[in-house]
């Protein structure tokens, strides 16, 4: 059964930073592409960054961009999320979510995702 594990969710001040960690179990990690997306009430689901986790390669929403860092340890079939300045904007709840694949166009459309964690909340004071 496959299981996604998101933490590393918590309240900060904007400018801070959070790092999110998704612990994968269940199916072959490598090989899978894998992508960090957040909601909030009202909004649609936000696709923020997303890795191969084979190649290394990422891709990142432009609300985003130099600030956030997706990256993966295949040993530990982790996903991680390093956000940095953070923004009021930023809060949200934050998921992860794998799929064996995808067409890269659309990593950020949540359809191309078969599997998905249960979410850690990230608030941030301004």
């Known amino acids: 059964q496959v299981q996604l594990v998101e933490s590393g969710g918590g309240s900060v001040q904007a400018g801070g930073s959070l790092r999110l960690s998704c612990v994968a179990s269940?199916?072959?990690?490598?090989?899978?592409?894998m992508g960090w997306f957040r909601q909030t009430p009202g909004k649609e689901r936000e696709g923020v960054a997303a890795i191969y986790t084979s190649s290394g390669s990422t891709y990142y929403a432009d609300s985003v961009k130099g600030r956030f860092t997706i990256s993966r340890d295949n040993a530990k079939n982790t996903l991680y999320l390093q956000m940095n300045s953070l923004k009021p904007e930023d809060a949200a709840m934050y998921y992860c979510a794998a799929s064996p694949s995808w067409t890269v166009l659309r990593w950020a459309a949540g359809s191309q995702y078969k599997y998905w964690g249960q979410g850690t909340q990230v608030t941030v004071s301004s």
């Open positions: 269940g199916y072959t990690y490598s090989g899978y592409y």
